[in-house]
């Protein structure tokens, strides 16, 4: 079973602009995480946001969690055309152990 | 540097033969994760490993099995069990046993011909 659901499925976007994506999930968790992927590639680590928190910020990347509403968003600011990739959020339950990922977001920033 | 390495990264297999796809990491991680990645599906969790020895099926085990004899390295076989197993598979590692930041190998895209 897959925890995170991701929306929009995909997104197409003029560089400059801002992407938001969304991620909402079923159980409790202890943290939610953003990954990167480019095509092909093994995903990278972007932030991560603890159950206590409501808002991090790193660089061009701004991710909120509603643990009420079971939901998180991505903002990067200022988009570029390197930022083409799929994203994807992974949840920690509150146990630990297991990391699940949803089904990922493809971003398209067009130049 | 360190990192977690996969190999190969391409992989042929025919019908009804086993496989084993290797990972090894050298950031002295305690926890580490086989997912397999198909397309439109995202990552699906096989198994995970959160200390030496010891090892939980994860959602789509079936077909799959994996040791835990070091602390560094988390072989994944791919058995003949296994009906579908063309496939983007990945392995991770995680400080401690409660996850956090997870380091991902580059991949071992497995095809069967």
């Known amino acids: 079973s897959q925890q995170g659901e991701e929306d929009p499925q995909a997104l197409s976007i003029q560089e400059g602009e801002n992407a938001t994506m969304n991620c909402s999930y079923k159980?409790?968790?202890?943290?939610l995480q953003w990954y990167r992927q480019n095509s092909g590639r093994g995903l990278v680590h972007l932030i991560l946001?603890?159950?206590?928190?409501r808002e991090k910020h790193s660089g061009r990347l701004r991710v909120t969690l509603d643990t009420s509403k079971k939901s998180s968003s991505l903002l990067i600011t200022a988009s570029r055309a390197a930022d083409t990739a799929s994203y994807f959020c992974?949840?920690?339950?509150?146990?630990?152990?297991?990391?699940?990922f949803g089904k990922g977001i493809t971003l398209s920033v067009r130049p | 540097d360190g990192g977690i390495t996969q190999s190969p990264k391409y992989l042929f297999r025919k019908e009804g033969q086993n496989v084993t796809l290797s990972c090894e990491q050298n950031?002295?991680?305690?926890?580490m994760y086989w997912y397999r990645q198909d397309p439109g599906q995202g990552l699906r969790l096989i198994y995970y490993?959160?200390?030496?020895?010891?090892?939980q099926k994860g959602d789509i085990a079936e077909g799959y099995s994996v040791s835990r004899e070091k602390k560094e390295s988390f072989p994944l076989t791919v058995t003949s069990a296994q009906k579908n197993p063309t496939a983007f598979y990945l392995c991770?590692?995680?400080?401690?046993?409660?996850?956090?930041?997870?380091?991902f190998g580059q991949g071992t895209r497995l095809t069967v011909v």
């Open positions: 950031l002295n991680h305690d926890a």
């Open positions: 159980t409790s968790i202890n943290n």
């Open positions: 991770a590692s995680t400080l401690g046993q409660g996850p956090g930041e997870a380091f």
């Open positions: 490993s959160q200390i030496v020895n010891d090892f």
């Open positions: 992974a949840t920690v339950p509150p146990q630990y152990g297991k990391l699940t």
């Open positions: 946001i603890r159950s206590n928190e």
